[in-house]
């Protein structure tokens, strides 16, 4: 069994075709799809379609729970300037109709279980930890989890292989019995965040990231991908739109400067 893992598009189609046109080369099984699908100023409709179109087994995360309790409030997806606010005011009913089919989770067989933050909850980060401090002497509030945080995040989860995202850093840890392996993010490669302390997560690249998962006979082996796309087309269009924040981590990989904003 070979598996292609995307996560964390957030509407970057330039990326998505990039990491697609990828997959195609590498003979995989099947791809699936970690959810943070559309959230962003960029292209969240077109970034819908092309996903639809391909139906990857797919599951929803955070920022979907969001643009859809945004959906349900009276006037809500009439437009803003946060993430949400955008992609709510560019989908179609027939979006809609699919982000609300999306489990929250879902096991794709015996041996893999899909989640976007851990199989607790899709705010949680599973690989790494925030803690206080952020800019005190360089930190940037996150840290890679230790091995007890990651198995108490594992829950009752008894699959050999645990597939998240949400964080957008791009990892595999063995757990006892179990391999959690985050693919990164395809669409967007650093933000900053306030929950639940300040912290800054930057990939130090502008490549699309994704993994690539493969059964042999060793056990699974893991290939951690970057390819690289159109990114400072992507980062004009973000400036464009006002979001100076995704300009400069699109362009860099890097935050410009920690604003805590909506990413």
Same mark, same amino acid.
């Given at each position: ?8 598009? @957030? ?71 946060? !993430?949400?606010?955008?992609?709510? !005011? ?12 999306? $489990? ?7 041996? +893999? ?10 705010? @949680? ?40 995202? @949400? ?17 990164? !993010? ?9 929950? $639940?302390?300040?912290? +800054? ?7 699309? &990231? ?16 970057? +390819?690289?796309? %159109? ?8 400036? &464009?739109?006002?979001?100076? %924040? ?12 920690? +604003?805590?904003?909506?990413?």
């Amino acid at each position: 069994m070979k598996l292609a893992v995307i996560s964390d598009i @957030h509407g970057n189609l330039l990326a998505l075709q990039a990491v697609l046109a990828d997959i195609a080369r590498q003979s995989v099984d099947q791809t699936v799809n970690l959810g943070d699908l559309l959230s962003g100023p960029l292209q969240p409709a077109e970034t819908a379609d092309l996903l639809m179109a391909q139906g990857f087994v797919s599951i929803r995360g955070n920022h979907e729970r969001q643009l859809l309790a945004l959906f349900d409030q009276p006037g809500g997806a009439a437009g803003s300037a946060t !993430s949400d606010g955008y992609a709510a !005011s560019q989908l179609l009913p027939a979006h809609w109709a699919w982000l609300r089919s999306l $489990p929250a989770s879902r096991a794709l067989n015996d041996e +893999v279980l899909l989640c976007h933050g851990t199989p607790a909850s899709d705010l @949680h980060y599973w690989l790494e930890t925030v803690v206080p401090g952020c800019g005190q002497g360089g930190s940037a509030g996150v840290r890679a989890a230790t091995p007890a945080e990651v198995a108490a995040r594992l829950g009752q989860a008894t699959h050999p292989v645990v597939l998240c995202g @949400h964080t957008h850093v791009p990892r595999r840890v063995a757990c006892g019995g179990t391999l959690v392996v985050n693919p990164g !993010s395809v669409g967007l490669p650093a933000y900053d965040d306030v929950h $639940p302390w300040p912290h +800054v997560i930057e990939t130090g690249s502008p490549q699309a &990231r994704y993994a690539l998962l493969e059964k042999t006979a060793q056990g699974w082996q893991v290939d951690l991908r970057a +390819v690289p796309y %159109d990114h400072l087309a992507q980062a004009a269009l973000a400036a &464009r739109r006002g979001r100076e %924040d995704w300009a400069h981590a699109l362009a860099t990989g890097f935050v410009k400067r920690p +604003v805590f904003a909506d990413f």
